[in-house]
């Protein structure tokens, strides 16, 4: 696989025959990813989206190459369902949406570490390598293909930013939405890792917010081999209010922004503080990568 | 996260065995005096209210005589604290403490592992003090003594306290996990000058992800009150809202792009009225409810709705707002910014009632912290 999804990804969609899953199966048909099958508890036989809906996820992989699991069911029922994927054999779990139990995270990373899957989310729109495969409900036409690797905490930003690179010319070879939840699956770091050793990718962008610490570990990547920049939202942010994602709350004044941003530009990352300021600091970026912007 | 009041933490941690000191809680400064008569002076006064840092904003207070106990819970319910007004104060005894510690079970999201954490010197010190403890709590969600026994060794303790301060931490780490918390803390854990172990402070945060199969933790985080404005309005209407005092309305959809256009509004000169991320609920009453929200902050002249539509379908968002701006006629103008999933469509939508669908964000914010309030609907 090129970084996660592309054209060899058969996947599976737990839960497909509820009204936004459908919707977004369909949608992900439409970019040309292919659905192999649906598994959904009771209503195996049927078919969804042109697909068939089995049981279990262990019937689906039976009948079928199927090697990715979207899942898009209830947080009270998410837990089982990617536990039921990985203990099927799949590698790539992406699990969107929001409401997870933190416990339950817990449990799924350690699960996931220990049986070398990755597992993306939760509060994710999901992955998308553009004119490739779509795993997710990303706006399609947000997205070209390009040599900028992304990696986003947030799906409403990673969606602007996109959206002003494609229309700039500067296409993206793989983003991957990592979510805004305290805890998640893939970590930064990880996603980081796989950009970097993706021969389709010459730069990476990486998209934060204020709260966490992981914004640190990327000072320590610098050197790694591709050149990395960040954009960081929450410069306005009131020191001591919690901002939407769990993550996003500013305690102590290690976590200011300001600090955060001048701890990255020390170790040598560029910081984009506004919207306007990504282009021209992705151009340089990819300059320094080698590459054309695609 | 959904913070437990000190009242109904200890209430909670006791019934796992942790030992608190004795109390009673009170509504009025007559029920104040009459329990710390019970009790026997001195008495600590200590408002419940989900903050932090109460010490630090005046809400504890101890009382040496019953005119102070009338006096001082007087001022402690007719005061703010953190804009909250306590309708309850925590009336408890007086403890004669040696020594403070801290113990707190929460997980740490960087290593993604559930963790006790220990440190001596307890309370408002935390922060400042360097050394903590960290013992990472097995899959099986038992607690590693030896590591914690180690340290306490190298510390002023009697055996017995040693002792007594390994079962609570057993007990904070069950508590936690049984519970699936974000937090459990004892801070202090107390050691009387008789040796005594007891729990001065403790506070419960619960995941309300994991409310809908913790029965016993919801029954009790019903029982907060009173409650912060933005934990009602998500609870209401799944809006995530924090009032930022400016004269920008922002409607927007998922936190990061919405903190990205508060940025925007303070470089151009504006200051966002509010943070309202509407993404969890992107539906004609959640919509209403959004435009309500924003018409009630003081010195709103604009409203910016910014919204990105990736599962959100964005004609519907723009068919949804003209039908709520026409029904309520707000006094302010409105500015979209719709984009994502059939933006196209939205902007015919928009056209079609007067308003134009900016193209990008820049030129929506210009627009919203340009115009005064007239409508910019014909």
Known sequence: MTVLVDKSTQLIVQGITGRMASWITEDIQAYGTEVVAGVVPGKGGRTQAGVPVFDFVEEAMAATNANTCLVLVPPHTAREAIVEAVDAGIKLVVYPGDGLPIHDAVRLAKLAEERKVVFVGPNTPGVISPGLAKVGFMPSACYARGVLGIVSKSGSLSYEVCWRLSRAGIGQSTVIGIGGDPVRGLPLGDALSLLENDDETDAVLVLGEIGGTEEYDLASRVGNGKPLAVFMVGRSAPHGRRLGHAGALITGHSDTYEVKVRALQQSGIPVAKTLNEIIPLVRRLIARGGGKEG | MSQLTEHLSKSLLAAWGLPIPLSESVRSPEQAVTVADRIGYPVMLKVQLPVVSRLRLGGVRRAENRDEAHEFSSTLFNSSFDELQPNSVLVEECMSVEQELYLGVTCNDRHRAHALIFSAGGGAALETHGQALNISIRPDGTLPTVPLRHHLQGMSLSTRAQAEVIRIAELLVRAYMASEARIVEVNPLGITVDGRVVALDA???????????????????????????????????????????????????????????????????????????????????????????????????????SIIGGLTLVDKVAVNFVDLIDAKRPPISFVFRLAGANAGRATQVLAQAGFKNYETIEEAVRAAVGTPGESAAS
Not at chain 2, 249 to 263: F, H, K, R, Y
């Open chain 2, 203 to 305: 506070r419960v945060v619960a995941d309300v992800n994991a409310l809908y199969r913790q029965p016993g933790l919801a029954a009790l985080a019903r029982q907060v009150a009173p409650r912060r404005p933005e934990d009602l309005v998500r609870e209401q209407s799944r809006l995530e809202f924090v009032p930022l005092g400016g004269q920008i309305g922002l409607i927007s959809g998922g936190a990061g792009m919405t903190m990205a256009v508060m940025d925007l509004i303070e470089a151009a000169g504006g200051q966002a009225a509010c943070f309202l991320d509407c993404s969890a609920n992107p539906t004609p009453s959640g919509f209403s409810s959004a435009i309500n929200l924003v018409l009630r902050q003081p010195g709103v002249r604009s409203c910016l709705i």
